[in-house]
């Protein structure tokens, strides 16, 4: 439960939303591949449509880590709520050396740029109840605010049907130049090959474009039952040779 919401103006729902947004852009900032990150391997969604987290963040993976919102920039939550904070997207490794283990293309501007505040600028805030995302936010540190201090004027609450939408694109797609005409609709994005893949302030070969696919959980299960099928049928094998012998 929380005491206050969001301004609807600021929710962000189609990638048109995001693009009038400004989040994460011009280059070098790194707020739109964290966003793709995020939504393609940190979170999917069950089968009620509840967006469910895919690592710990209260473990700190990927960096993640506790988010006070003393700056009240998100709807405060009860004190009896279940509900927690966590941000994730500071690069700095020495404060948070799981910030490693985040995708490449998440990190690389980051590695070889000397702005190192444009780099690493972006933040996105997710609000946790157990292993259910109850909202996902994006912000940005002030240009010239105090150390850490984010800008409320630039924070905004990313609706569900967004995720779901930056699940259906590859990398390249996303941070196109033509964001807005990307259909919203997750079934029309076939024909997303006739669009121009020119990416913001990008060459071609300057962006490493992930080549895995996110696993889910099932996937995982399934993966180690594949395994374990495996190993038991090679043992049926070797039993069924020694009684063969005997």
Not at 60 to 66: I, K, L, R, S
Not at 70 to 90: D, H, T, W
Request: proline share 4%.
């Amino acid at each position: 439960m929380v005491r206050s919401i969001v301004i609807e103006g600021r929710q962000l729902r189609t990638l048109a939303d995001l693009s009038v947004s400004g989040f994460g852009r011009p280059v070098p900032r790194h707020g739109l591949m964290l966003l793709f990150w995020f939504a393609n391997e940190c979170v999917d969604f069950d089968n009620h449509d509840n967006m469910q987290i895919q690592c710990y963040p209260e473990r700190g993976d990927f960096g993640f880590h506790y988010f006070g919102n003393f700056e009240k920039i998100l709807p405060i939550l009860f004190r009896e709520s279940n509900e927690k904070y966590f941000e994730v997207g500071n690069l700095n490794t020495e404060s948070y050396p799981k910030s490693m283990d985040l995708l490449e293309y998440v990190r690389q501007y980051y590695l070889s740029q000397h702005d190192r505040h444009q780099c690493n600028k972006d933040r996105l805030i997710i609000r946790l109840n157990k292993r259910k995302v109850t909202a996902t936010y994006v912000t940005e540190h002030k240009d010239n605010g105090n150390r850490g201090e984010f800008d409320p004027e630039h924070t905004h609450l990313v609706s569900p049907d967004l995720i779901r939408i930056i699940q259906q694109l590859e990398l390249k797609a996303f941070l196109s130049r033509d964001l807005k005409r990307i259909p919203d609709t997750p079934s029309q994005t076939s024909g997303l090959s006739d669009l121009n893949w020119n990416t913001w302030d990008l060459e071609e070969g300057q962006l490493t474009i992930p080549k895995r696919k996110r696993c889910t959980t099932p996937c995982k299960i399934f993966g180690v039952l594949v395994v374990l099928l495996v190993v038991l049928v090679v043992i049926a094998f070797i039993v069924l040779a020694i009684l063969g012998k005997l």
